[in-house]
């Protein structure tokens, strides 16, 4: 069965950059919300970031609207996440899955922003 992989994690320093990649199954992308969770260090929920529809539309929670930028390629099956000016809050291991159907989640990508 065809599951969540996340990708494009990595060590990055204080205000830098990176790109976060997810490749999902059809049945829970095509015309599905998608979105992207995190789970901090030492933290038991995961944490809803941001969501974008199956038309393009997004929404972004507090702490990274402004920063973060969620696509998603419907030809492709995937959703991204262009995370720009990093925070050492944002490190975490970084899910995505679908917004009110899900799949099983993957293992996720780990973020650290650290100097």
């Known amino acids: 069965q065809a599951r969540l992989v996340e990708s494009g994690g990595g060590l990055v320093q204080p205000g830098g950059s990176l790109r976060l990649s997810c490749a999902a199954p059809?049945?829970?992308?095509?015309?599905?919300?998608m979105a992207w969770y995190r789970q901090a260090p030492g933290k038991q929920q995961r944490e809803w970031m941001a969501?974008?529809?199956?038309?393009?539309?997004?929404t972004y929670g507090g702490s990274v609207k402004g920063r973060f930028t969620i696509s998603r390629d419907n030809a492709k099956n995937t959703v991204d996440l262009q995370m720009n000016n990093l925070k050492f809050e944002d490190t975490a291991t970084y899910y995505c899955?679908?917004?009110?159907?899900?799949?099983?989640w993957g293992e996720g990508t780990q973020v650290t922003v650290s100097s």
């Open positions: 899955n679908g917004l009110n159907i899900r799949a099983a």
């Open positions: 969501h974008i529809t199956s038309r393009g539309e997004t």
């Open positions: 059809g049945n829970i992308f095509t015309g599905n919300t």
